[in-house]
């Protein structure tokens, strides 16, 4: 059975710093191309970050977001399942629900391979 368990959002201040996690089971984790997505109230869901599978010579291809360029860094460590979202400067327009996907195909992320999402606030 697919899990995708995303993690680690809060509440900090503009400049403020978070590290989210997304731990994915039941899928052939290495194989998967994975990211961030995000849905604000009364926005669309957005594709923050996203890093693909590893190929065989090269590590996995990351793809920003231009809202997130140089604040936001994606990276996954296929030993543990896990791929991370370390978010720096956080302004308040960076205020919503943080979703991980397991399975981001060339027509979109995968349904069914959501986590249930994680909040982040960013207010004074």
């Known amino acids: 059975q697919v899990r995708v368990a995303d993690s680690g959002g809060g509440l900090v201040p503009p400049g403020g710093s978070l590290r989210l996690s997304c731990k994915g089971s039941g899928m052939d984790f290495s194989k998967n191309n994975m990211g961030w997505y995000r849905q604000a109230p009364e926005k669309q869901r957005e594709m923050v970050a996203m890093?693909?599978?590893?190929?065989?010579?090269?590590?996995?291809?990351?793809t920003y977001a231009d809202s997130v360029k140089g604040r936001f860094t994606i990276s996954r460590d296929d030993a543990e399942n896990t791929v991370y979202l370390q978010m720096n400067n956080l302004k308040p327009e960076d205020t919503a629900l943080y979703l991980c996907?397991?399975?981001?195909?060339?027509?979109?992320?995968?349904?069914?391979?959501w986590g249930l999402g994680t909040q982040v606030y960013v207010s004074s």
């Open positions: 890093v693909t599978a590893r190929g065989l010579h090269s590590g996995g291809q990351i």
């Open positions: 996907n397991g399975d981001i195909r060339p027509g979109g992320p995968r349904p069914g391979y």
